[in-house]
């Protein structure tokens, strides 16, 4: 309860990039922005937030849409194997943009 604000802002931030009417590339691009202004340790609440409760039906998909967790120190989490379970997050959760277009077999240019 103590950062539950904190992360319904940082969701707002994620859900107002994803649906704005930007270009999907803009997109991609202002949630960099915004990715990058998280440390380690956001990162690695983020990573639990996403997984739970209202965090898993709103801000995981958005996690995994744009790639929040690429910088994750998994050293940070409770336990590193955590990062490798599919349970959790898809593989696009950790990836930067070209890397999630191969994921999903998008050339770069489309």
């Known amino acids: 309860h103590i950062l ?3 992360f ?8 107002f990039i994803d649906t704005s009417r ?6 991609t691009i202002y949630a960099n922005i915004a990715r990058a202004q ?4 956001e990162l690695c609440l983020l990573f639990y937030n996403g997984i739970y409760g209202e965090g898993k039906e ?3 998909p958005l996690i995994e849409k ?6 994750l120190d998994t050293n940070l989490l409770l336990h ?14 950790f990836l930067g943009r ?13």
């Open 4 to 6: 539950a604000h904190y």
């Open 66 to 71: 744009y790639g929040i967790l690429k910088h």
């Open 58 to 60: 709103g801000f995981k």
């Open 98 to 110: 070209s890397g999630r277009a191969k994921l999903h077999g998008i050339t770069e240019t489309e």
């Open 80 to 93: 590193p194997n955590h990062r490798e379970n599919r349970m959790f997050y898809n593989e696009s959760a």
């Open 38 to 41: 998280l440390s380690s340790y």
């Open 8 to 15: 319904r802002v940082l969701y707002h931030i994620f859900k």
């Open 22 to 27: 930007l270009s999907e590339f803009d997109k």
